[in-house]
């Protein structure tokens, strides 16, 4: 079977392998070359790297509208289109080319988390469980039917980071059960996805990455896991600006105004919020590495109060 797969980061790159595992990769498709890095240098995608070490062809195109990138996807003769995160909107022109349509590994249990961020905004809602879709691709945005799907336990620990690599590998595994269910001449049945449970992961905005010590604990516990290690929580702490790279909630009544330190000491710092408290327990200094809290405190000894 031709297969094209379309896919940009790292969370594409176990897709990828699991495609190739037993079919015929034709090409791949990623975004192009971005800046990055201090230097600003232009760095091929993780899915780019995958595919030049596996000797498959690769292309780049700004955008699939025009007729002359349309083509050139037509004479590739694909009998399916994998996409995985690839970042470019495909026109109905594109989903309609391979025999057997577009599919595409999502990264939630659709309808809930349609969208650019359902890792990270399912660990900020407090979701329970979470997994992986196989969609059949149509015009709206992850709004096409489902193929096959498994479910994943969001552990109260995890990070954005630890859940994405479970759901990738989670990903690939869906990935290749469609694909061996296709090689043996069964088109998986595409389930209309209900009407309700709709909601949609927003991208991640660096905006968002500062708490709100108004807010509650559970939340901004929520929020400092889901955005590690990207765009990672910072805050203001006794009048120093600092990331949060951990931190737990803590259900208490302190009486005192958000933002106010209740507690330092080995085990953490104890913020006030205006429902609990949360308790910092990995940091970040401007332009430092990150550190315990222990050892944040060694360093800000006015700050140890109440432990």
Same mark, same amino acid.
């Given at each position: 079977m031709r297969i094209v797969f379309a896919g940009t980061p790292e969370f594409a790159v176990s897709s990828l392998r699991a495609a190739a595992r037993h079919h015929e990769v034709v090409a791949v498709y990623t975004q192009p070359d971005r800046p990055s890095g201090r230097g600003r240098g232009l760095a091929p995608s993780p899915v780019k790297l995958e595919a030049v070490a596996r000797g498959i062809p690769v292309y780049q195109p700004e955008s699939l509208k025009d007729e002359a990138a349309q083509q050139?996807? !037509?004479?590739?003769? =694909?009998?399916?289109?994998?996409?995985?995160?690839?970042?470019l909107i495909l026109p109905k022109a594109v989903l309609a080319i391979p025999t057997y349509g577009c599919w595409n590994?999502?990264?939630?249990?659709?309808p809930r988390w349609r969208g650019a961020a359902p890792i990270q905004r399912a660990i900020q809602a407090g979701d329970e469980t979470t997994? #992986?879709?196989?969609?059949?691709? *149509?015009? /709206?945005?992850d709004t096409g &039917?489902?193929?096959?799907?498994?479910?994943? =336990?969001?552990?109260a620990t995890d990070t954005g980071g630890q859940l994405h690599d479970k759901l990738? *590998?989670?990903?690939?595994?869906v990935l290749s059960d469609g694909l061996g269910l296709l090689r043996a001449g069964i088109k998986p049945i595409a389930r209309p996805q209900p009407e309700q449970g709709v909601t949609y992961a927003h991208k991640l905005d660096k905006a968002e990455a500062k708490l709100d010590w108004t807010q509650d604990a559970a939340l901004l516990a929520r929020t400092v896991r889901a955005f590690n290690p990207w765009p990672v929580a910072e805050a203001t702490l006794a009048g120093? !600006?600092?990331r949060i790279h951990g931190a737990v909630?803590?259900?208490? *009544?302190?009486?005192?105004? &958000?933002?106010?330190?209740?507690?330092? /000491? !080995?085990e953490g710092i104890d913020i006030a919020c205006g429902q /609990?408290?949360?308790?910092? !327990? #990995?940091?970040?200094?401007?332009?430092?590495?990150a550190i315990t809290a222990a050892d944040y405190l060694n360093a800000r000894r006015d700050l140890r109060v109440g432990a």
């Open positions: 050139q996807l !037509r004479d590739l003769k =694909p009998d399916l289109m994998v996409v995985v995160a690839y970042g590994v999502h990264a939630s249990l659709l997994g #992986v879709c196989l969609m059949q691709m *149509e015009a /709206g945005l &039917p489902v193929l096959l799907h498994q479910a994943l =336990p969001i552990a990738a *590998e989670l990903g690939a595994q120093e !600006r600092v909630a803590q259900a208490m *009544e302190h009486g005192q105004a &958000p933002g106010s330190v209740l507690a330092a /000491g !080995r /609990g408290a949360l308790r910092l !327990r #990995v940091l970040q200094r401007e332009g430092g590495k």
